[in-house]
């Protein structure tokens, strides 16, 4: 269990510094209760899975994305992975300072890496290629950020979903912030992540996660493992050397270059989502279409919305999602 470690640094104070280091938004979890509620218990990943003595609190921290990328419709539009890509890496350059901040002030920090993948662990078509260490999701839910949407992604009042997160774990004995009541996704009433999902992998009150990764990390850990081991597999030694040097290839060296289609990919659900202070003059007009819209897909969020109960799948999330209350979200 970590321990709290005293310090004359408050929450306030701490918050003041990240914003000032580049932070749109600061919340501060408390690690014990993200130890007593893991996400996934099968798959417990938390703050004490890291370390025992640095996790008694994470600051999770967050950067909203650019607008003008959401505005682009194309889901793999390399705009949007190049802009994100920059964020991630402004992010992390943000959390260090931060750490070394703490630091100069007497209590450690930790950085959780932005995206890790266990090639051992790793099982094909089973494990998401795509899981931190620790849900910066659900960790930004319990730091009073925002709630769970329909498809579990982040929805803050401030920006909807369009936000990258960052953590940093400490054991500072400051005062954690408490997570909102309320859910503030408009639910399969709105369904416009569903909608819009080029994977069709939004669930009710859950995603495809296998199926999403596809999209949100096509040039990811799992395309390159079958693109090499095709090449391993191909017997013919001319055909080996032009698969070596065709266009998967290329989009490898790419992604590894600037991780650009690895560390980010699709993010149609959040362009979409209609929460948030920026959507309705900044995102409304340009994004109220949605190409990827059909008939099935409504015919599915029909069901949800005459569903009597909500599923097993909002019960499992619900400390996350918030209060929701069919019929009656603004
Ligand atoms: S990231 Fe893309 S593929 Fe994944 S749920 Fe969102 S829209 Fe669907
Ligand atoms: S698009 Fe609608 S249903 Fe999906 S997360 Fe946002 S508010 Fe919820």
Known sequence: MNELIPTTLTSEAIKEKAKSLGADLVGIADGALMDQFPPDPENPRTPSHITEIDGARVIVLAKRISFATSRLAKWNDQHKFYGDELLISALEELALDLVLWLEDNGVPGLLVPYHHVDPLKFEKGKDTQATRPLSAEHAAVEAGLGTLGLNQQLITPQFGPRVILGLVMTSADIEPDTKMEEALCL????????????????????????????????????????????????????????MLRGMESSEIFQ????????????????????????????????????????????????????????????????????????????
């Not at 690895?262 to 190409?291: F, M, N, Q, S």
């Open 187 to 242: 639910g399969p009433e709105c369904g416009r992540c569903l909608k819009a999902c080029p994977a069709d992998a939004v669930q009710p009150w859950d995603r495809d996660w296998v199926a999403c990764d596809k999209y949100r990390s096509p040039f990811g850990f799992e395309f390159l493992s079958d693109y090499l081991t095709s090449i391993l597999n191909e017997p013919d030694q001319a055909n080996k050397i032009g």
């Open 255 to 330: 992604a590894m270059l600037r991780g650009s289609g690895i560390i980010t990919g699709c993010r149609r659900c959040a362009d979409v989502c209609p929460v948030g202070d920026d959507y309705e003059d900044l995102l409304k007009k340009w994004v109220d279409e949605i190409a990827e819209e059909t008939p099935e897909k409504l015919k599915r969020l029909e069901k949800m919305v005459a569903a009597a109960s909500l599923p097993e799948a909002y019960e499992n999330q619900k400390r996350w999602i918030g209060d929701f209350k069919p019929g009656e979200q603004q």
